[in-house]
């Protein structure tokens, strides 16, 4: 049973910085994804189990995802967030397109997620 935990969410002013973390039961391919109210569920950021990465447009040179695998842990780093970047933040594990790195980003694309963390920007 695989098992995911996210924390470290929480509210900050346009431009400050927050770090998310994700507490696995083993070491898997993941994502970090989020989802706004009122819009469908995203990729922001994906890590192969040995650090190969890739990132949502949006984020690129403000967010940085990483590992640690004798942790079973990922991270999700935020710099100069912006009210946009408010979302409910979800990480997800079991990719099921080995190889295929065009799904990395798609949500439809991984098989296991965590609850989620709130992340609130204001301006």
């Known amino acids: 049973q695989v098992q995911l935990v996210e924390s470290g969410g929480g509210s900050v002013q346009a431009g400050g910085s927050l770090r998310l973390s994700c507490a696995a039961s083993g070491t898997y391919s993941m994502g970090w994804f989020r989802q706004a109210p009122g819009k469908e569920r995203e990729g922001v950021a994906a890590i192969t189990v040995d650090g190969s990465s890739w990132y949502a447009d949006s984020v690129k040179d403000r967010f940085t995802i990483s590992r640690d695998n004798a942790k079973n842990t990922l991270y999700l780093q935020m710099t100069s967030l912006k009210p946009e970047d408010t979302a409910m933040y979800y990480c997800?594990?079991?990719?099921?397109?080995?190889?295929?790195?065009?799904?990395?980003?798609?949500?439809?694309?991984?098989?296991?997620w965590g609850q989620g963390t709130q992340v609130t920007v204001s301006s």
């Open positions: 997800a594990a079991g990719f099921r397109y080995s190889g295929d790195v065009s799904r990395r980003l798609l949500p439809s694309s991984y098989g296991y």
